[in-house]
């Protein structure tokens, strides 16, 4: 019986992390899910949380001996058995809005491919954005260049378009990011729609800007994120505090763009005189 959503959630060593990232998912206002964890040579630890996981029958664990990268061939072998309308992905240590999963398949009712609105909490808990959104053909090509503005945790596909690609997931070259990657496969398919998303529904907490916090710290960090988006009220005024930062660093990027314009006008209109 098809269901509305597969989540896949890769994870490798972040042990209690994965606990926090999981419950975000099961949390979701759409039940009719399933969530895949995919094991990439995990700790008995995280064993021992897939097995309070596994209490909810939505869950399943593929666990696999470590590969080469992120294995991305473990994601590829797993959504082969996806049995999801549509394809969401978060990190082990990223979180979701309960809303998140019916956003997507609502973006995805007329895309191939979406996003979620690209924010990010740095390391001293300060929201940032990549500017970006892939309903804009600039932003499109952009990705296409090497410039990821989607994380992980924030795209979402149809599971149809997926099985329409030549490859899927599959081990990235190195020095590119498996995001990206993947990402990059979808956008050069000519027919593949593509859409991002205008509110948050993603805490995007970037490992790469806590490398150095240790895991109790981390741990920390999630477990007040998490209580955080348990509150109604408190993701209506994070909502809000976005969607007004947000709008003031596209009006920065807008003014930015436009001096850049104005610069180049002016070179041109110096060229023509001379």
Known sequence: MPLEATVLIPTHDHGPLLLHSARSVLAQTVEEIELFIIGDGVPDVTREIVCELGQDERVRFFDNSKGPR?????????????????????????????????????????????????????????????????????????????????????????????????????????????????????????????????????????????????????LTELEKWSRNLQDPAWRDAFTLEVLGRAFRTLVEESMRLHKEIEVHRQARAQLSGS
């Open 70 to 218: 992120q294995e991305e061939t473990y994601r590829h072998t797993a959504l082969k058995e996806a049995r999801g309308k549509i394809v969401c992905y978060l990190s082990d240590d990223d979180l979701w809005f309960p809303e998140h999963v019916a956003y997507m398949r609502h973006l995805l009712g007329n895309a191939d491919f979406a996003h979620a609105l690209p924010l990010y909490i740095d390391e001293r808990g300060e929201i940032s954005f990549y500017v970006g959104n892939l309903a804009i053909p600039a932003y499109r090509e952009s990705l296409l260049s090497g410039i990821n503005f989607v994380a992980l945790s924030c795209g979402a596909h149809t599971t149809e378009m997926y099985r329409r690609l030549p490859h899927g997931w599959r081990t990235t070259p190195t020095g590119v990011p498996t995001d990206l990657y993947m990402w990059q496969q979808f956008l050069s398919e000519p027919g593949c729609r593509a859409t991002g998303g205008t509110r948050p529904t993603v805490l995007n907490l970037p490992h790469s800007l806590r490398r150095d916090q240790l895991p109790e710290h981390r």
